[in-house]
């Protein structure tokens, strides 16, 4: 059914080369995805300059007669006379530079020979850019080069657009510079009371107008298939805070983000990766009737998931197996990539795609997109579509699917062990989760099924599930079912064929364009309920229950054709596969009279004089403070699951009302997971306030002291002052041995430097005049006159393998807004929940020591280390009185990262 090729594979005019060795070889990766890539990495099109011959490469000073050391990759580039500085262990350029290499290949300039042109066979493992090559001098591009990306649109919906332009205007903005789409499909009317949802669509209203958006009023589509129908296009790219931002059946490279990196866009700045390695899907063959796209993309789930096959890697879609699909059936499993933890995903386009937007109105949207006649990818996923069978994923994540034939010929033992995984998933406090008790006669009973969202809610998928409905019923007792069409235009088109109409009349309940079902603020089943969903996730608690109050219901995903066919059944599991229906599907008309009625599109119409209206729950972020010298964290949560879901980390569903104010939102912190979370982390809060104000609590200075940190009553760096009195500094008693092995001469240390206030005249005369005193002077514990603290205390949290789910930034923020300074991880699931701690200012730490609540971890010269790109940073851990030393790790970061690092957050960083 699905094959896995893990290493890198030539794909040559269709046919599959496996046998392939990166050693000693010129591979050209002419793939969809490093074209649309390469057109919008910004430091491309680089600097043709005096004699040089050279375009630039991603950003890099290159070149120029005279211009010296400027670097890439840490080589120092060109000049005339510059010789051969390094790129990667070769030299670049510079007029008499000669043939110096790039990683083995030649150089180029006006006497060097030719280093990217197209025709050169010198540069090893190179990428050939194969669409939108007249926007780049360079036709080729290293591999592991850096990108720096400007996106052709931006998205997001009302969880996170307030939060998004509260930081953006903090950080100076004046104008949205490309369009930016503000939805409120996410809204949750129902779940709160009060007035704080539609207050925060009046803020985004009044956003648009003031900096020039399009607003997109509730009930009228959710975010996806407004940006299909109106945004996508081919060779585009379209970032989105929500990590479903997924348009690549329709030739767009999306990516789902936390909030600050559309920030980073809103304020003119760059996206930064590196090249992303590329996985070729080849589909082959042609679904059965019966099978729909949510089955293939749970099958696709299944297979490579849990191996991190794909983990921030692109999926690009290829095979003549694409021809046979219709267009929204691509969009259902492009979608759905989501949860296989790729960074984005791209498909070849046809003729189908052409009609797709000629359809909408946007016929100069569509290019032809296909990879070179030979294509190198970094591994290969073989899908034979014929061989899919009807799917269901259990809960409680996407990965955990099953054909239903699987599951009908193994019911007992599958939801057996179903129920083992989700209860300790689910851990001691909370109710029992069971499944075998919905086995009735051996068949399992279901108590509810939704069709909705950008996965389910498509005009092909409901009006399929109508056919199957015809003339048939949902049956009477407690089974259930409610379908949403993705927006008007498509809810419209159904109204005036009839098939809303047979949903209706067999018992269904049609709704407007909402993604409540998706996030938990919408049909909540009852308590030990299974419901059946054709959306994008089936985390725990995901459908809205509350553990925590002894609720507990949960949700399989299944295609919308198979729901349909279990309605039919009276709620037993059903697939698609085992009735006969109707499959024929009219065209779809688009009549977007219903957007031009009631969207508000003011991109390039930003109006400076617009006032912003805010309401009662709509908030400020609170200040955070830069990096510290010496940073003591101390652990508030651990988490040992195999993976911690951002849903886990900031509940959704009712939560979300309060998602324009940072510190109420706050207060849902890791409620599900660890409701004592939220209280440990404001006492550590309250602790680091006293450190801003001189006071060091004892369990505090006792780690200190453990640790080999000597500081006075208010002082950290008077001993350097104090020569003759045994120590130099503070800093140079962590320089040999002692309980923790980094203390050198404790005692010496205690004899020497006792209290600040014990050294006259040398210096410092008092801790009370060290903020003002001379000039070598001690830094205030809290912080010194450039507003560094010389310590502070923050709190951490540890979790295996965290962020998987959800882009929201809340993720992180709320983390930060209750005094959070860092996350150790054993890995993390995604780029986005990494970047969003990275942009709110917490270093993503990475270990493989195992924690406790309440251990203490003292990360001395922090900041020095950050800035200077440490990979690894020494740490004091002190439990329960006793210290020992550990190595916490961080993976690369660039240099804007690291700065945000330092500045404590995005908002601190643009504010200089």
């Known amino acids: 059914m699905i094959k896995l090729i ?175 789409v503000l939805t409120n499909c996410h809204n949750s009317l129902c779940a709160v009371g009060g007035t704080i949802n539609e207050d925060d669509h009046v ?123 219709d267009i929204e059936y691509r969009n259902g499993i492009d979608v759905m990539t989501t949860e296989t933890t790729c960074l984005s995903s791209v498909w070849a386009t046809d003729g189908r795609v052409a009609e797709y937007f000629k359809t909408h109105g946007r016929e100069g ?61 689910l851990g001691k406090n909370a109710p029992e989760f069971m499944l075998r008790d919905k086995i009735t006669g051996g068949k399992l009973k279901v108590s509810q099924g939704i069709i909705a969202g950008c996965a389910g809610g498509t005009y092909d998928n409901i009006f399929t599930a109508a056919n199957i409905l015809d003339k048939k019923s949902t049956g009477c007792g407690g089974f259930s079912l409610s379908v949403y069409p993705s927006s008007q235009p498509v809810y419209l ?34 308590n030990n309920a299974l419901s059946i969903r054709h959306t994008t996730r089936n985390f725990e608690s995901r459908e809205g229950s509350k553990p925590s109050d002894g609720q507990i219901s949960s949700v399989a995903l299944m295609d919308a054709r198979s729901i349909a066919a279990t309605a039919a059944n009276g709620g037993f599991l059903t697939a698609a596969t085992e009735i006969e229906y ?68 900031i509940p959704s569903g009712e939560t979300s009302s309060y998602r324009s104010n940072p510190k109420r939102l706050a207060e849902f912190t890791l409620s599900r997971k660890d409701p004592g979370y939220v209280a440990r982390a404001k006492e550590i809060a309250a602790d680091a306030e006293k450190i801003v104000n001189g006071e060091i609590p004892n369990e505090y200075a006792e780690a200190l002291r453990l640790a080999g940190v000597y500081f006075g009553i208010k002082g950290g760096e008077s001993a350097e002052t104090v020569p003759e009195n045994g120590v130099k500094s503070a800093e140079s008693a962590a320089n040999g041995s002692g309980n923790c092995g980094i203390a050198k001469g404790r005692e010496s240390a205690e004899n020497g430097v006792k209290a600040v206030e014990s050294v006259p005249e040398k210096g410092v005369k008092s801790a009370e005049s060290a903020e003002t005193g001379p000039e070598k002077g001690v830094k205030n514990i809290g912080k010194s006159a450039d507003g560094i603290a010389a310590i502070a205390l923050g709190s951490v949290v540890f979790a295996k393998k965290p962020g998987d789910g959800s882009a929201r930034e809340q993720a992180a923020s709320c983390q930060r807004v209750l005094g959070g300074a860092a996350n150790i991880a054993n890995s993390y699931a995604t780029k986005r929940y990494r970047s969003n701690l990275i942009n709110w200012g917490m270093p993503p730490f990475l270990s493989d020591e195992e924690y406790a609540v ?23 851990r002190v439990k329960d009185g006793e210290c020992g030393e550990i190595i916490l790790k961080i993976d690369p970061l660039t240099a804007d990262e690291r700065e945000i690092i330092l500045k404590g957050c995005l908002m601190n960083y643009y504010a200089g």
């Open 6 to 180: 893990k290493n890198g594979v030539l794909i040559k005019n269709g046919e599959i080369i496996e046998d392939v060795s990166e050693s000693g070889k010129e591979f050209f990766r002419g793939t969809i995805a490093y074209g649309i890539l390469s057109a919008h990495n910004v430091g491309n099109a680089g600097s043709r300059r005096e004699k040089s011959g050279n375009p630039g490469l991603n950003g890099g000073g290159l070149c120029g007669e005279k211009s010296g050391n400027s670097a890439i990759c840490g080589g120092d580039l060109c000049g005339e006379k510059s010789g051969n500085p390094g790129l990667n262990g070769g030299g670049l350029c510079g007029e008499k530079s000669g043939n110096s290499g790039l990683n083995g290949g030649g150089s180029f300039n006006e006497k060097s020979g030719d280093l990217c042109g197209k025709t050169g066979k010198n540069v090893d493992f190179c990428v050939e850019n194969t669409f939108f090559v007249e926007k780049n001098d360079c036709a080729r591009l290293e591999k592991d080069s850096s990108l720096r990306l400007k996106f052709d649109a931006l998205a997001s919906h009302d969880i996170t657009y307030v939060g998004i332009i509260q930081t953006a205007k903090a950080s100076g903005l004046k104008s949205f510079p490309v369009p930016y």
């Open 203 to 325: 803020f985004g209203l009044s956003a648009a107008k003031k900096y020039g958006g399009i607003f997109v009023p509730a009930h009228l589509a959710v975010i996806h298939t407004y940006m299909r129908e109106n945004a996508a296009k081919c060779g585009g790219m379209i970032l989105g805070s929500d990590s479903h931002t997924r348009y690549g059946a329709l030739g767009t490279l999306a990516v789902g983000e936390g909030g600050p990196e559309l920030v980073k866009q809103l304020l003119g700045k760059t996206y930064d990766i590196k090249y992303p390695e590329v996985v070729a899907v080849v589909l082959n063959g042609k679904p059965k009737k019966g099978v729909g796209s949510q089955d293939v993309a749970l099958a696709i789930i299944r297979a490579v998931y849990d191996g991190k096959f794909v983990n921030n890697k692109i999926m690009e879609f290829v095979g003549g197996g694409i021809a046979e699909l």
């Open 365 to 425: 949207d569509y290019k032809e997109l296909k990879p070179a006649e030979t294509a190198y990818y970094d591994g290969a996923v073989i899908v034979d579509l014929d061989k899919i069978e009807p799917m269901i994923a259990l809960p409680f994540h996407p990965k955990n699917a099953y054909t239903v034939r699987e599951l009908k010929e193994n019911l007992e033992d599958i939801l057996a062990f179903t129920e083992r995984e989700g209860n300790k998933l």
């Open 493 to 526: 088109d159904l109204l005036k064929k009839g098939a809303l109409e047979k949903l209706i009349r067999a018992g269904s309940v049609v709704k407007t364009a909402f993604c409540g079902p998706c996030f938990g603020a919408g049909d909540v089943p009852c």
């Open 582 to 649: 109707d499959d024929g599907i009219e065209k779809f008309v688009f009549d977007d009279a219903v957007y031009k009625n009631r969207v508000y599109n003011g991109y390039k119409k930003a109006d400076a004089n617009a006032v912003l209206t805010y309401g009662p729950n709509i908030a400020d972020w609170p200040k955070i403070y830069p990096l510290p010298e010496t940073l003591i964290l101390k652990a508030a949560a651990v988490i040992n699951d195999p993976v911690t879901t951002t849903d886990e980390l």
């Open 854 to 876: 309440g251990d203490i971890l003292i990360v001395k010269n922090i900041r020095k280390l950050i800035a200077e790109g440490a990979a690894e940073f020494p740490c004091v």
